[in-house]
Nanobody, 130 residues
Framework: QVHLVESGGGLVQAGAPLRLSCAAS????????MGWFRQAPGKEREFVAAIGWTAGSTFYADSVQGRFTASRDNAKNTLYLQMNSLKPEDTAVYYCAATADPRYEGGSSYLRVGRTYDYWGQGTQVTVSS
């Protein structure tokens, strides 16, 4: 079982960058496909980005494509989300998630779906002011 802890959230102005981290422990990080999701107040959780076992397969929501970059450092057991050109509508609690299902090793469109994941972090708040 893997334990996930997000960090790096905060209050930033529109247009600024921010990098989130997700530290994993208790499992073989390199054998987990990982995802980022977010939930804004009064809205459902939505997919942001996902990455397969290696950095070669990444997927993004249309709303963040070209602005956000997901990456992972398997040696450090850490997942990252580099967020550039932040907008007020990016304000949300951001969660990382993990699945050990080997079907998703190389990435998959199913990584866009929350129920694909087995483990979730507690979330980190990102607030973007206009």
């Amino acid at each position: 079982q893997v334990h996930l802890v997000e960090s790096g959230g905060g209050l930033v102005q529109a247009g600024a960058p921010l990098r989130l981290s997700c530290a994993a422990s208790g499992g073989t990080f390199s054998r987990y496909a990982m995802g980022w999701f977010r939930q804004a107040p009064g809205k459902e959780r939505e997919f942001v980005a996902a990455i397969g076992w290696t950095a070669g397969s990444t997927f993004y929501a249309d709303s963040v494509q070209g602005r956000f970059t997901a990456s992972r450092d398997n040696a450090k057991n850490t997942l990252y989300l580099q967020m550039n050109s932040l907008k007020p509508e990016d304000t949300a609690v951001y969660y990382c998630a993990a699945t050990a299902d080997p079907r998703y090793e190389g990435g998959s469109s199913y990584l866009r779906v929350g129920r694909t994941y087995d483990y979730w972090g507690q979330g980190t708040q990102v607030t973007v002011s206009s």
